[in-house]
């Protein structure tokens, strides 16, 4: 009976043991699986291009987000270096066509252009992104004013401006006397310039909503370097020099015969009458000395 119940509890030992390491093993496995799979599907996956990736990064950057109903003026301004500012000048007009876009003014100096360039907004985004295909970018800024207050306050002014503009044109039609036809046909004169002061305004703030100003500087990269003087013109400097320098001495020369001469003239004159043989200070200091001397020889 001993014996029976040995066997017993060593079965349900081995039972109890084999369960318990079949319920640890599988997560095991399940979890050896898994990381197989993942590690699988990770180096299945394909790679994204570096370039791709930086393109995807440049275009995400250069996006201009304009809340809705917002009315802003972006000004821009980039310094291109480049080898040939001729070349690129020709590049950049061709491709100011395509985007909608013009020269509204250029100022060319000697080592590079600098333009001002009107561009819609919806392509300013393109333009911007062309430019670093167009050289070196030296330096590059983007700047967008809020007008949106005032836009809506001056389209509401030109609307209320053109009713009454029309209320007028009514009136006069309806006036009944000339003391009212002039009286309406001045108010619609003042009406009228005021409407196409607003207006002009209007549209002004218009253009430049709707064109960003990019003000782009195209620079060489080679400098130009002022030419080593030849050996006539650095002859002709030295005479130019020695000719000055003669004109100096002669200058110099004159005015001592006019006013040094003369001078010594005058001094010379000085010294003779007071000093020289006719000695008028001299006798006169004498004879100071002798009415001093008389009164103590009394």
């Known amino acids: ?75 821009a301004s ?14 950049l007009n061709t491709e100011l066509a395509n985007f909608g876009g013009y020269v509204a ?23 911007m992104d062309l430019l670093p295909n167009l050289g070196k970018i030296r330096r590059q800024t983007l700047q967008a004013q809020d007008v949106t ?3 809506y306050d001056l389209e509401n002014r030109v609307k209320n401006k053109r ?15 000339v003391e009212d036809l002039l009286n309406i046909e001045r108010f619609l004169n003042d009406a009228t310039a005021e409407l196409e002061s607003l207006e002009g305004s209007f549209k002004g703030l218009v253009k430049q909503v709707d064109y960003a100003t990019v003000t782009l500087t195209i620079e060489s990269e080679i400098k130009s370097s002022a030419s080593k003087p030849t050996l006539w013109e650095r002859l002709r400097d030295l005479f130019i020099g020695f000719g000055s320098g003669i ?18 003239v005058v001094v010379l004159l000085f010294w003779w009458l007071l000093f020289g043989k006719i000695g008028l200070l001299r006798k006169l200091f004498r004879l100071v000395g002798m009415t001093k001397h008389e009164p103590e020889k009394k």
Request: net charge positive; charged share 20%.
């Open 1 to 75: 009976m001993k014996n029976q119940w040995q066997v017993f509890i060593a079965l349900f030992a081995i039972f109890t043991l084999s369960v318990f390491g079949c319920s640890k093993s599988a997560p095991l496995q399940s979890f050896s699986r898994s990381d197989s799979v993942m590690n699988k599907s990770v180096s299945e996956a394909p790679a994204m291009s570096p370039i791709k990736e930086s393109a995807q990064a440049a275009a995400a950057s250069s996006n201009i987000q304009v809340p809705a109903g917002r009315k802003l003026i972006y000004t």
């Open 78 to 91: 980039v310094e291109i270096v480049v080898t040939k500012p001729n070349d690129i000048v020709k590049i």
């Open 105 to 127: 003014s250029q100022d060319i100096w000697e080592d590079g252009i600098t333009y001002e360039i009107r561009v819609p907004v919806e392509n300013l985004n393109r333009f």
């Open 149 to 151: 207050d005032y836009y």
């Open 163 to 177: 009713i009454l503009v029309e209320r007028y044109q009514t009136y006069l039609k309806s006036a009944k006397n």
């Open 247 to 264: 004109q100096s001495f002669a200058v110099i020369i004159v005015a001592i015969l006019l006013y040094g001469i003369p001078l010594l």
